[in-house]
Protein backbone atom coordinates (compact mmCIF):
# COMPACT_ATOMS: atom_id res chain seq x y z
CA UNK A 1 0.00 0.00 0.00
CA UNK A 2 2.83 2.42 0.72
CA UNK A 3 4.76 1.92 -1.86
CA UNK A 4 1.84 2.75 -4.57
CA UNK A 5 1.47 5.72 -2.69
CA UNK A 6 4.79 6.54 -3.69
CA UNK A 7 4.42 5.80 -7.40
CA UNK A 8 4.04 9.20 -8.32
CA UNK A 9 7.32 10.35 -6.40
CA UNK A 10 9.63 11.22 -9.29
CA UNK A 11 11.67 14.23 -8.51
CA UNK A 12 14.17 13.70 -11.16
CA UNK A 13 11.30 15.05 -13.02
CA UNK A 14 10.04 17.66 -10.40
CA UNK A 15 6.89 15.42 -9.78
CA UNK A 16 6.22 15.30 -6.01
CA UNK A 17 2.92 13.66 -4.97
CA UNK A 18 0.46 15.72 -2.32
CA UNK A 19 0.28 12.47 -0.40
CA UNK A 20 3.69 12.73 0.98
CA UNK A 21 2.85 15.67 2.47
CA UNK A 22 -0.25 14.40 4.28
CA UNK A 23 -0.76 10.93 4.00
CA UNK A 24 -0.42 9.38 7.66
CA UNK A 25 1.17 6.28 6.85
CA UNK A 26 4.16 8.02 5.04
CA UNK A 27 4.27 10.20 7.62
CA UNK A 28 4.56 7.26 10.40
CA UNK A 29 6.71 5.51 7.95
CA UNK A 30 8.81 8.25 8.03
CA UNK A 31 9.33 8.28 11.74
CA UNK A 32 10.18 4.94 12.32
CA UNK A 33 12.60 4.58 9.43
CA UNK A 34 14.16 8.30 9.51
CA UNK A 35 13.69 9.77 12.86
CA UNK A 36 13.96 7.25 15.36
CA UNK A 37 17.56 6.01 13.23
CA UNK A 38 19.08 9.07 12.06
CA UNK A 39 21.00 11.27 14.02
CA UNK A 40 19.09 14.74 14.83
CA UNK A 41 20.29 18.20 15.04
CA UNK A 42 19.23 19.64 18.10
CA UNK A 43 20.28 23.09 18.43
CA UNK A 44 23.77 24.75 19.16
CA UNK A 45 26.10 24.38 22.17
CA UNK A 46 25.68 28.56 23.50
CA UNK A 47 22.01 27.72 23.87
CA UNK A 48 23.58 26.26 27.07
CA UNK A 49 26.63 27.66 27.80
CA UNK A 50 25.36 27.98 31.32
CA UNK A 51 25.03 25.29 33.82
CA UNK A 52 21.26 24.86 34.55
CA UNK A 53 20.45 26.55 31.02
CA UNK A 54 17.77 24.59 29.13
CA UNK A 55 15.88 24.03 26.16
CA UNK A 56 13.14 21.69 24.64
CA UNK A 57 12.81 20.32 21.41
CA UNK A 58 11.54 16.90 19.53
CA UNK A 59 13.71 13.95 18.08
CA UNK A 60 10.57 13.60 15.94
CA UNK A 61 7.34 13.53 18.13
CA UNK A 62 9.81 12.16 21.70
CA UNK A 63 10.16 15.57 23.49
CA UNK A 64 13.16 16.13 24.67
CA UNK A 65 14.92 18.43 27.17
CA UNK A 66 18.65 19.53 26.14
CA UNK A 67 20.19 20.79 29.22
CA UNK A 68 23.97 21.60 30.72
CA UNK A 69 24.02 19.83 34.26
CA UNK A 70 26.01 21.12 36.94
CA UNK A 71 28.80 19.18 36.39
CA UNK A 72 28.99 21.38 32.89
CA UNK A 73 28.15 18.57 30.52
CA UNK A 74 25.23 18.82 28.34
CA UNK A 75 22.69 16.12 28.13
CA UNK A 76 19.61 14.87 26.77
CA UNK A 77 16.91 13.51 29.02
CA UNK A 78 13.27 12.66 27.73
CA UNK A 79 10.67 15.63 28.50
CA UNK A 80 8.70 13.11 30.43
CA UNK A 81 7.97 12.79 34.36
CA UNK A 82 9.29 8.95 35.27
CA UNK A 83 5.90 8.98 37.96
CA UNK A 84 3.05 9.16 35.72
CA UNK A 85 4.74 10.49 32.00
CA UNK A 86 3.32 14.30 32.76
CA UNK A 87 5.55 16.74 30.62
CA UNK A 88 8.05 17.78 32.90
CA UNK A 89 9.56 21.11 31.49
CA UNK A 90 6.84 23.20 29.60
CA UNK A 91 9.38 26.46 29.03
CA UNK A 92 11.42 26.58 25.76
CA UNK A 93 14.37 27.38 27.34
CA UNK A 94 15.50 28.82 30.81
CA UNK A 95 17.83 28.43 33.58
CA UNK A 96 17.18 26.71 36.24
CA UNK A 97 19.06 24.32 39.09
CA UNK A 98 16.30 21.74 38.67
CA UNK A 99 13.10 20.63 37.22
CA UNK A 100 9.54 19.82 38.82
CA UNK A 101 6.74 18.05 37.24
CA UNK A 102 3.62 20.39 37.23
CA UNK A 103 1.38 17.43 38.13
CA UNK A 104 2.65 15.64 41.88
CA UNK A 105 5.87 17.66 42.43
CA UNK A 106 8.53 15.03 41.53
CA UNK A 107 12.18 17.29 41.30
CA UNK A 108 15.17 15.96 38.93
CA UNK A 109 18.35 17.28 39.52
CA UNK A 110 19.67 18.97 35.53
CA UNK A 111 21.37 15.64 35.84
CA UNK A 112 18.80 13.57 35.77
CA UNK A 113 18.38 11.98 39.48
CA UNK A 114 15.57 11.90 40.96
CA UNK A 115 16.27 14.38 43.82
CA UNK A 116 12.73 15.18 45.55
CA UNK A 117 9.21 13.04 46.54
CA UNK A 118 6.14 15.50 48.03
CA UNK A 119 5.75 13.01 51.70
CA UNK A 120 8.70 11.07 50.46
CA UNK A 121 9.48 10.29 54.32
CA UNK A 122 6.12 9.77 55.83
CA UNK A 123 4.68 7.66 52.63
CA UNK A 124 7.57 6.41 50.13
CA UNK A 125 10.95 6.04 52.27
CA UNK A 126 10.47 2.16 52.33
CA UNK A 127 8.67 1.79 49.27
CA UNK A 128 10.29 4.34 46.49
CA UNK A 129 13.94 3.46 45.75
CA UNK A 130 14.70 7.31 44.07
CA UNK A 131 17.93 5.84 42.44
CA UNK A 132 15.93 4.05 39.91
CA UNK A 133 13.23 6.55 38.97
CA UNK A 134 15.60 9.61 37.20
CA UNK A 135 14.98 10.83 34.29
CA UNK A 136 15.31 8.93 31.18
CA UNK A 137 18.57 9.86 29.21
CA UNK A 138 19.03 9.87 25.46
CA UNK A 139 22.46 7.94 25.40
CA UNK A 140 23.59 8.94 22.39
CA UNK A 141 24.71 12.36 22.55
CA UNK A 142 27.50 14.32 20.05
CA UNK A 143 28.49 17.70 20.36
CA UNK A 144 30.20 18.93 17.29
CA UNK A 145 32.00 21.90 16.73
CA UNK A 146 29.25 23.76 18.64
CA UNK A 147 26.53 21.75 17.41
CA UNK A 148 24.70 19.25 19.25
CA UNK A 149 23.35 16.06 17.77
CA UNK A 150 21.66 13.08 19.45
CA UNK A 151 20.25 9.47 17.94
CA UNK A 152 17.70 7.38 19.51
CA UNK A 153 19.80 4.26 17.61
CA UNK A 154 23.58 3.31 17.91
CA UNK A 155 24.65 4.06 14.86
CA UNK A 156 27.80 5.84 14.19
CA UNK A 157 27.32 9.92 13.92
CA UNK A 158 30.33 10.04 11.25
CA UNK A 159 28.54 7.19 9.43
CA UNK A 160 25.41 9.13 9.71
CA UNK A 161 27.09 12.16 8.33
CA UNK A 162 29.32 10.85 5.24
CA UNK A 163 30.23 13.35 2.10
CA UNK A 164 27.65 15.35 4.00
CA UNK A 165 30.90 16.39 6.82
CA UNK A 166 32.98 18.27 4.11
CA UNK A 167 30.57 21.11 3.56
CA UNK A 168 29.36 20.84 7.20
CA UNK A 169 32.95 21.45 8.37
CA UNK A 170 33.17 23.91 5.59
CA UNK A 171 30.87 26.30 7.58
CA UNK A 172 31.79 25.14 11.03
CA UNK A 173 35.90 25.41 10.71
CA UNK A 174 35.44 29.22 9.16
CA UNK A 175 34.35 29.67 13.36
CA UNK A 176 37.51 27.95 14.35
CA UNK A 177 35.31 24.81 14.56
CA UNK A 178 32.34 26.06 16.34
CA UNK A 179 34.51 27.07 19.38
CA UNK A 180 33.18 30.47 19.10
CA UNK A 181 30.00 30.08 16.98
CA UNK A 182 27.50 31.38 18.64
CA UNK A 183 23.62 32.06 17.87
CA UNK A 184 21.10 34.78 17.93
CA UNK A 185 17.29 34.95 17.95
CA UNK A 186 16.03 32.12 19.86
CA UNK A 187 13.92 29.55 18.47
CA UNK A 188 11.06 29.83 16.26
CA UNK A 189 8.35 27.64 16.12
CA UNK A 190 4.96 27.17 13.98
CA UNK A 191 1.57 25.16 14.60
CA UNK A 192 1.07 23.76 10.76
CA UNK A 193 -1.62 20.55 12.02
CA UNK A 194 -4.59 22.81 10.94
CA UNK A 195 -3.46 23.22 7.69
CA UNK A 196 -2.61 19.58 7.00
CA UNK A 197 -5.78 18.75 7.75
CA UNK A 198 -7.17 21.19 4.99
CA UNK A 199 -4.84 19.51 2.90
CA UNK A 200 -6.26 15.82 3.85
CA UNK A 201 -9.77 17.02 3.84
CA UNK A 202 -8.97 18.18 0.15
CA UNK A 203 -7.47 15.78 -1.73
CA UNK A 204 -8.80 12.39 -0.37
CA UNK A 205 -12.04 14.24 0.17
Same mark, same amino acid.
Given at each position: MLREKLEGFRPE????PYSIFVDDEIYQAELKS =??? +?SWLFLGF?? #?? %???GDYFTTTMGETPVVVTKDEKGNVRV? *? !?YCTH %??? &? *?? +?????NSSFFRCPYHGWTFSTTGELVGVPYYEPSYIDVLDKSKWG *? &?? =?? !? =? %????GTIWASLSGSSFYEFLGDMRLYLDMILDMLDEGRN *?? =?????? +? #?LSQSHIQILTQYFYA
Open positions: EGLI =VFR +RES #WV %KERF *L !N %KGM &R *LC +RATSG *L &RE =VE !N =V %KIYK *LE =VFGGIH +R #W
